[in-house]
C-alpha cells in the first residue's frame, strides 16, 4: 500500500534545477532519493502515472496491462523480442512495480568477458567495486535469501528464505535428485518479515501485476518516498520529448517534455540523467540529434541504441501427476547458477540459470499455445490441466552484438515522436547456449517427476544500447555512467550494462544507480560548471540510505 | 441472449464433446472441467475493491461491437467458436470472446509492439478474413460461413500449422501466416481465461488480496477452494483441434502479449 | 490410579532371593530414587529439578523461536529479545540447580522479566496480524500466515515453570559429590522468608490446582498452534487430528483436576501420558517430514525452518509433563 503523506516540493519550471533525471524507474528511483538526501534540488520527469497502489492495481491479469510500456514500438529482425509486458515497466518505479524481483548478483567474471574468453565486452569497473553497492542494496530492498549463496562471489542474506509453493518444491526435488545446487526461497527482494510498517508477503503470486500488499520491493515503495520527503519532485504523465543542447559549449541545458494534456513544457537543468531504460534511452538520445550530433546525442561513437541485449528466457514446462497449483506463492522463488560460468567442456562462452516462473491462466495458455500448438479443444482440454503444470525458466546469457540494436523507426507515436525499432538476432554462440540450456533444464523437470514436458521459446530482460566502457570509440558512457560525449549528461539505467550475466539485472541496476550518485555527490558542483573527468572512486555512503534500511535482518556471515 | 457472443447458437450435438466409453455427447454443463462447485465469484467479498470492480465489469458489461463491420462480426464469431469452443457450456454461461478483441481493436490498444514483418493488428485482422474466405473459395467453392464444422476446423488448422490451403498466397506474403494465427489465438485465450467462469473451470484461485493462501505446498486446495474431479471426455468427432499428443506449431517462437509469468 | 503410589507400595516388599541384575537396578535404585522424587514433588522439594526443567524447556523454546523468527528475517528489533532471554533463562536455570540462592534471585528475575516478554510478544503478534492485509478482518488467513499468535505465550510457561521454580525448595543434598560440596556451601546463607502463599504453599508443594491451571493454558496454546498449522496442511495425514483432539481432553482433564482431587489422580495423568506420547509420536513424524521434503537432507536449513516444526510436538509433550506434575502435587489448603 502506498500513501504519500507529505506535500511534494515543485520547481518551477524557469528555476534551473540541478539534476533533472528522465524517468522514475528502478534506476532513477533510487539516484533521485539519493541526489535529494544530498541536498540537490532534483526532479524526476516520469512518462507513467504516480501510482496509487490499492485504487490503481488489481490482482488480475488482464487488468495489469497499464503498468507496461504498451505504447508502440516495431520489432524485428530474425529472432524478434516481443516487448511491452514482457519487458518494459511505465508508471514511478518502472520496472520495479512489475519485476519478479529475482535479485541474485552478478558473478565477478561478469565484469571480464572479453578477458577470459575472448567474446562480449568487459566492463570498466570491476565487481568488487560493485560490492558495497550490492551489499547496500540488498539491505534498502531488502534481499530475502538462504543465509548461504554459493555461486559468484559467495555471499549470506540479513533477511530469511521464503517458503516454497509447488513450482519452487518441483525445482527444488528437480535439482536434488540430479545432485544440482539449489538456492531456495530467494534471493527475491520480498520481504520474507514484516519490516516496520511494510507487510510480509502473503504468496498471492500476483508479483508482476503490481505488489498491492507492498511485501515486493519497488522504487516505489523504497525510495520514492524517503525522495519526495527530502524534497525531491516527481511530474508524472510527462513524457521527455527532447534534451537541449547548446553548441557552444557542449553541454545540455534541459529537456522538453508533453505532459498528459499534450502541452509542451521546457525543464532548465545544471546535468540531465537519462534513466529510461534499454529502449527509450537510445530513442531519446536518438531522437535528441541537433548541431553537432547530428546522429543522435552523444553518439559519436555510434555505439547509442547497439549491443541491445535479452537474455534466453525459455519456458520449460511439464506436468506432474500430483496437483502443482503453480498460482500460489511469487514466482520467483528458487534458482540454481551451478552452470553459470563458462565450462571449457561445452562448445560455447558464458552459460545461464534456471529459475522457477508461475505463470497465471492467460500466460499459461499462451505458453501452451506456443509450446504446445494448443488451440480449440486441445487448448480447452490442457487448460483443465493447469493445476497439475509447474514451470522453469532457463535465463541464458546472450553476447553483446553491434547488430541488435534500437533505431527509430518512421511511424511516429501518440506525440509525433519517432518509435523505436528494434532489431534480435541470435548468433552461434547464443544458439548453442540456448540449446544447451534448454536441455538441461528439462532434465531438472524430468528428474522432479514430470511426465510431459515441453517448453517455448521467449527472451527476458533487456539491457545494453548505451554501454559502458573505457574507451569512447566503443562504448557510450564511462564508469560513472557520464557520457564520453557530453559531460554534464549521464545515463544511468539497465543500458548502460556492457554485458549481462545470467542473473536478472534489477539488483545490478539498482546498484549502478547507487554508486552513480555517490560518484555525482562526490564530485559536487565540479559535474556542473566543469568539463574535467574525475575518474576516482567515491566513498560509499552508507548513510545515504533510506531510514530504516540498517539494523533489521541477520547479521550476515559474509 | 445476445447472439453475438453465443459462439454457437445452434448447439448442434455433435459439436459437444462426447463420453469416450458410451461415445455419447456429455450434456452442456454450466461449468465444465473437474471442479464442480468451485466459484471464485462466490469469494468476492474477500477481493480488494478494485480488482472487485474490474473483474465484476467484466462479467456484467460486454461492450457493444465497433470495430467490426457486421459480417466481420459474424465472422469473427465463427473464427472464435473453433479456436476456443464453448459447446460444452450451456448457452448462457458462454464467455464473449468477440466483443473483447472488437474493444480492444476499437480502443486502439496494443501489447506494445508491432512485429515489423505485421501490419497493425486492426489490418491484420481485416486481411485475415480476407484470407480465409479466399482459401474458403478456393478449397472448398463455398463461403468459410456455409462450410462444415471440420472443413473449417481444417482450414483453420492449416492456418495453424502454418500451411495454409491454397488461395490467398499474396496476402501471405504481407503477412507471416504464423503471426496471424498467433494474434488470433493470443486474443481469443486472453478474453476466455480472464473471466473468473474460466477460472472456476480451470480451479486457478483467482484474484488473491487482500486475502491470498494458506496452502502452498501439495497443490492442495484451500478451504474455499475444492478438490480436483477428473472425468473423461473426448473432443467432438468433427473437430481436429485436439490431437493425442503435442502438435507443435511450426514456430516455436510465438509473439505472446502477456508477460508469461517470466522472470 | 498413581501409578507411583502403587510402586511405592512395592517397595515395601522384601527383596527376593535371587535377583538378576536387571531387577536388582530397579528395587534397589531405581524404585527408591522415584519414591524418593515423588515425596520431594509432594513436598514441594524439587527445586533444582524445576529450574532444571525450566532450563531445558527455554532451550527448546529457544531453538523454535529463533528459527520462526528467522523466517520473520527479524525484520523487528523486537525479535531478540525471546532469543536473548531464552539463553538467560537457560543460564539461570542451570545456576538455580547448583544454588538455592541463584534460584531464588536469577531465576526469579529472569523468569519474570521473560515473562513480561512473552505477554509483550503476544501483543505484537496480534498486531502483527492486525498489519496483514484485510487484519482482523481474515482472521483465518491472518492467523495461519501471520505471526504464530500463541507462540509467545507458549514461550512464557517455561518462564513461569522458572518463576515457580524460585519458589520451591531445593531437593535434599544431591547424590554427586561435587554437587553436593557446591550445594551445601551455597545453600550456608538461607534466607528468612516471610509467609505468603506463593512463599508457604508453593515451597511445601501444595500448588496442585495453580499447576493445573497451567497445564491448561499451556495445552491450550499448544493444541490450537497445532490446530492451525495442521488444518495449514490440510490434514494430510490422520495422525495430524490427535493432537487436535488429546489437547482438549487434557485441558478438560486439568480442569477438572482443579475442582476434583480425583480427577487429579485419574483422568489427568491419563490424559498427560497420552499427551507425552503423541508429542513423541509427532516429534517423529515431524523429523520424518523433514526429511521427505524437496532435497531432504541436502537441505537441512531451508526444510528445518520450512518442514514440520521439529520441537513443537516436543512442547506439546511437554504439556504433558506439566500435567504429570500437577498429579504429583499436594493439593492448596
Ligand atoms: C515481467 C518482468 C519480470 C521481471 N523480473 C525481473 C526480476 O525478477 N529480476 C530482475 O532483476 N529484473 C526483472 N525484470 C527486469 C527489470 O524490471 C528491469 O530490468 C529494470 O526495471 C530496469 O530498470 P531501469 O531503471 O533500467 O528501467 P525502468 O525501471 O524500466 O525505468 C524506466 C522508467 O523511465 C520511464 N521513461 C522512459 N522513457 C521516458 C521518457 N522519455 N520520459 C519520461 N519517462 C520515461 C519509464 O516510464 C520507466 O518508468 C523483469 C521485467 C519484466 C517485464
Request: with cysteine; proline share 8%.
Amino acid at each position: 500500500m502506498q500513501t504519500i503523506e507529505f506535500p511534494m516540493r515543485r520547481y518551477s519550471e524557469s528555476e534551473e534545477i540541478d539534476y533533472l533525471i528522465v524517468g522514475v524507474g528502478s534506476a532513477g528511483g533510487v539516484l533521485l532519493q539519493r541526489l535529494a538526501r544530498a541536498g540537490f534540488k532534483v526532479v524526476g520527469i516520469e512518462a507513467g502515472p504516480f501510482w496509487d497502489t490499492e485504487r490503481d492495481w488489481v490482482s488480475d491479469e488482464v487488468g495489469s496491462h497499464q503498468l507496461y510500456w504498451e505504447d508502440l514500438r516495431i520489432t524485428g529482425g530474425k529472432n524478434p523480442l516481443t516487448l511491452g509486458a514482457n519487458n518494459c515497466g511505465k508508471g514511478v518505479g518502472g520496472g520495479s512495480v512489475h519485476w519478479a524481483a529475482f535479485t541474485p548478483r552478478f558473478h565477478p567474471s561478469d565484469f571480464e568477458v572479453y578477458t577470459r574468453d575472448g567474446v562480449g565486452a568487459d566492463w570498466p569497473i570491476s565487481y568488487w567495486e560493485l560490492k558495497p553497492y550490492y551489499e547496500l542494496l540488498e539491505l534498502e530492498m531488502p534481499v530475502a535469501g538462504p543465509p548461504w549463496y554459493p555461486w559468484g562471489d559467495p555471499h549470506s542474506y540479513a533477511f530469511g528464505p521464503h517458503p516454497m509453493g509447488g513450482v519452487g518444491n518441483t525445482l527444488v526435488r528437480g535439482c536434488t535428485n540430479l545432485g544440482i545446487g539449489v538456492s531456495v526461497g530467494g534471493p527475491v527482494a520480498i520481504l520474507s518479515g514484516s519490516r516496520g510498517k511494510r507487510p510480509h508477503c502473503i504468496y498471492r503470486g500476483y508479483c508482476i501485476q503490481g505488489c498491492k500488499v507492498g511485501a515486493k520491493a519497488s522504487t516505489l515503495i523504497t525510495h520514492v518516498p524517503d525522495a519526495l520527503a527530502k524534497g525531491a519532485e516527481i511530474r508524472d504523465r510527462s513524457m521527455v520529448s527532447h534534451i537541449y543542447h547548446d553548441r557552444k559549449t557542449n553541454r545540455v541545458t534541459g529537456v522538453s517534455y508533453l505532459d498528459q494534456d499534450g502541452t509542451e513544457h521546457f525543464q532548465k537543468a545544471k546535468a540531465i540523467i537519462v534513466s529510461g531504460y534499454a529502449i527509450e534511452t537510445p530513442r531519446l538520445l536518438l531522437n535528441s540529434a541537433c548541431d553537432g550530433h547530428e546522429n543522435g546525442l552523444a553518439n559519436s561513437s555510434d555505439t547509442v541504441g547497439r549491443y541491445l541485449m535479452a537474455q534466453a528466457g525459455n519456458v520449460i514446462l511439464g506436468r506432474f501427476d500430483e496437483p502443482v497449483r503453480m498460482y500460489k506463492a511469487p514466482p520467483a522463488h528458487a534458482l540454481t547458477e551451478e552452470f553459470y560460468e563458462t565450462d571449457p567442456n561445452r562448445d560455447f562462452a558464458r552459460g545461464f540459470a534456471i529459475q522457477t516462473v508461475g505463470p497465471l491462466p492467460i500466460a499459461f495458455a499462451t505458453q501452451m499455445m506456443a509450446a504446445r500448438g494448443c488451440w480449440g479443444w486441445g487448448l480447452r482440454r490442457i487448460m483443465m490441466d493447469y493445476n497439475h503444470w509447474s514451470a522453469f525458466g532457463l535465463l541464458g546469457e546472450i553476447l553483446p552484438w553491434p547488430g541488435n540494436r534500437v533505431t527509430l523507426a518512421e511511424e511516429t507515436d501518440q506525440f509525433g515522436l519517432r518509435v523505436a525499432h528494434v532489431n534480435f538476432d541470435l548468433y552461434d554462440n547464443d544458439k548453442k547456449l540456448i540449446e544447451f540450456g534448454k536441455e538441461k533444464v528439462e532434465q531438472v523437470m524430468r528428474a522432479a517427476g514430470a511426465t510431459e514436458i515441453v517448453q517455448e521459446a521467449r527472451y527476458a530482460h533487456l539491457v545494453g544500447a548505451a554501454r559502458m566502457g573505457k574507451d569512447p570509440a566503443t562504448s557510450v558512457v564511462d564508469g560513472f555512467g557520464r557520457t564520453h560525449d557530453i559531460a554534464n549528461l549521464f545515463v544511468c539505467d539497465g543500458s548502460i550494462l556492457p554485458t549481462q550475466g545470467s542473473a536478472n539485472p534489477g539488483l545490478t541496476i539498482q546498484a549502478l544507480a547507487a554508486r552513480t550518485a555517490d560518484y555525482l555527490i562526490s564530485q559536487g558542483t565540479k559535474i556542473f560548471n566543469s568539463d574535467k573527468r574525475d575518474m576516482t572512486s567515491p566513498p560509499v555512503r552508507r548513510e545515504l540510505s533510506p531510514p530504516g534500511t540498517h539494523g533489521t535482518g541477520v547479521p550476515r556471515l559474509r | 441472449m445476445d447472439t453475438l457472443h453465443d459462439p454457437s447458437s445452434d448447439g448442434r450435438e455433435t459439436r459437444r464433446p462426447a463420453d469416450p466409453k458410451t461415445g455419447k455427447s456429455l450434456p452442456p454443463l454450466g461449468q465444465p472441467g473437474y471442479y464442480p462447485g468451485f466459484s471464485t465469484l462466490n469469494q468476492q467479498k474477500f477481493w480488494d475493491a478494485a480488482t472487485r470492480e474490474r473483474v465484476l465489469r467484466r462479467v456484467n458489461d460486454v461492450p457493444p461491437i465497433r470495430f467490426f463491420n457486421p459480417e466481420e462480426a459474424r465472422l469473427m464469431k465463427m473464427l472464435a467458436a473453433h479456436i476456443v469452443p464453448q459447446d460444452d457450456r450451456q448457452p448462457s454461461r458462454r464467455i464473449p470472446i468477440v466483443p473483447r478483441i472488437d474493444e480492444r481493436l476499437h480502443q486502439g490498444r496494443i501489447p506494445g509492439y508491432r512485429f515489423s514483418t505485421m501490419p497493425p493488428d486492426g489490418n491484420a485482422y481485416r486481411l485475415g478474413f480476407e484470407a480465409i474466405e479466399k482459401m474458403a473459395k478456393q478449397s472448398y467453392g463455398r463461403p468459410f460461413q456455409e462450410l462444415s464444422w471440420r472443413a473449417q476446423d481444417e482450414l483453420l488448422k492449416s492456418i495453424h500449422d502454418a500451411e495454409p490451403k491454397e488461395g490467398a498466397e499474396e496476402i501471405w506474403k504481407q503477412m507471416p501466416v504464423h503471426r496471424y494465427w498467433a494474434l488470433l489465438v493470443q486474443d481469443c485465450v486472453e478474453a476466455y481465461y480472464a473471466h473468473p467462469w474460466a477460472w472456476d473451470e480451470i480451479g486457478f484461485g483467482g484474484p488473491a488480496y487482500p486475502r491470498a493462501y494458506i496452502r502452498l505446498e501439495h497443490g492442495e486446495p484451500e478451504p474455499w477452494e475444492v478438490k480436483e474431479r477428473r472425468y473423461e471426455w473426448m473432443a467432438p468427432a468433427d473437430s481436429v483441434s485436439d490431437p493425442k499428443g503435442p502438435d507443435v506449431a511450426a514456430h516455436s517462437e510465438h509473439p505472446a502479449h502477456g508477460q508469461g509469468g517470466t522472470h | 490410579m498413581l501409578p507411583f503410589s502403587q510402586r511405592n507400595g512395592i517397595l515395601e516388599q522384601k527383596p527376593r532371593e535371587r535377583d538378576n541384575p536387571v531387577a536388582h537396578f530397579w528395587r534397589k535404585t531405581l524404585l527408591p530414587a522415584v519414591a524418593e522424587d515423588e515425596a520431594h514433588i509432594r513436598q514441594g522439594r524439587f527445586q533444582r529439578s524445576m529450574a532444571l526443567l525450566a532450563g531445558a524447556s527455554s532451550i527448546l523454546a529457544g531453538l523454535e523461536v529463533s528459527y520462526e523468527h528467522y523466517r520473520g528475517s527479524y525484520g523487528q528489533k523486537v525479535m531478540w529479545t525471546p532469543v536473548i532471554l531464552s539463553g538467560a533463562m537457560t543460564v539461570a536455570g542451570i545456576f538455580g540447580f547448583f544454588s538455592k540462592w541463584a534460584a531464588r534471585t536469577l531465576l526469579r528475575w529472569t523468569s519474570a522479566v521473560t515473562l513480561l516478554d512473552s505477554l509483550a510478544g503476544f501483543y505484537f503478534h496480534v498486531r502483527g496480524i492486525a498489519r496483514k492485509p484485510g487484519g482482523w478482518r481474515l482472521p483465518v488467513a491472518n492467523i495461519i500466515m501471520g505471526p504464530p499468535i500463541f507462540a509467545p505465550l507458549l514461550f512464557g510457561v517455561s518462564a513461569y515453570l522458572g518463576l515457580i521454580a524460585s519458589f520451591l525448595r531445593p531437593e535434599e543434598a544431591p547424590k554427586f559429590g561435587l554437587f553436593r560440596g557446591l550445594l551445601r556451601i551455597l545453600s550456608a546463607r538461607n534466607s528468612g522468608r516471610k509467609p505468603s502463599p506463593w512463599t508457604v504453599e508453593l515451597p511445601s508443594g501444595r500448588f496442585q490446582k495453580h499447576l493445573a491451571a497451567a497445564t491448561v493454558l499451556s495445552a491450550f496454546f499448544s493444541g490450537f498452534e497445532a490446530l492451525y498449522s495442521h488444518y495449514k496442511n490440510n490434514f494430510r495425514y490422520k495422525a495430524q487430528w490427535s493432537p487436535v483432539i488429546i489437547a482438549p481432553a487434557l485441558m478438560t482433564a486439568a480442569t477438572m483436576s482443579i475442582k476434583s482431587p480425583k480427577a487429579a489422580r485419574a483422568w489427568l495423568p491419563a490424559m498427560s501420558i497420552l499427551a507425552i506420547l503423541d508429542g513423541g509420536v509427532g516429534f517423529f513424524y515431524h523429523a520424518r517430514g523433514v526429511l521427505r521434503r524437496p532435497g531432504g537432507l541436502k537441505k537441512p536449513i531451508y526444510n528445518i525452518v520450512y518442514g514440520p516444526p521439529i520441537f513443537a510436538p516436543l512442547l506439546f509433550a511437554a504439556c504433558g509433563v506439566l500435567g504429570l506434575l500437577t498429579c504429583l502435587m499436594r493439593r492448596e489448603r
